[in-house]
């Protein structure tokens, strides 16, 4: 089992850039392939963007590919989220998620991640 703590959200401009963390508890963190998500109010969780076990992979919305960039630190058990070039349309509560490398299903869906954060709310002021 694992827990997970984002931070970083906040207030920015247009244009500006935030960089989300989230941190993992467990020695296991590289069992797990973890994701972005977010979600608005009255809409469904949305898939931002993923990263598998070592980094080697990530893999984007295409909402946001070329802006956000994912990342994670094994060693620290902390995954990441820089988010340049926002945009109005990018507000939102932001969740990190875990699944383990096991599991099968889709990586896009949210219902195929086992562990949540409680979320960090990104707000982009136009």
């Known amino acids: 089992q694992v827990q997970l703590v984002e931070s970083g959200g906040g207030l920015v401009q247009a244009g500006g850039s935030l960089r989300l963390s989230c941190a993992a508890s467990?020695?296991?963190?590289?069992?797990?392939?973890m994701g972005w998500f977010r979600q608005v109010p009255g809409k469904e969780r949305e898939f931002v963007g993923g990263?598998?076990?070592?980094?080697?992979?990530?893999y984007y919305a295409d909402s946001v590919k070329g802006r956000f960039t994912i990342s994670r630190d094994n060693a620290k058990n902390t995954v990441a989220l820089q988010m340049n070039s926002l945009k109005p349309e990018d507000t939102a509560v932001y969740y990190c998620?875990?699944?383990?490398?096991?599991?099968?299903?889709?990586?896009?869906?949210?219902?195929?991640?086992?562990?949540w954060g409680q979320g960090t709310q990104v707000t982009v002021s136009s």
């Open positions: 998620a875990a699944r383990p490398n096991s599991r099968g299903g889709s990586v896009y869906v949210s219902r195929e991640y086992d562990y």
């Open positions: 467990g020695r296991t963190f590289s069992s797990y392939r």
């Open positions: 990263i598998n076990w070592s980094g080697g992979s990530t």
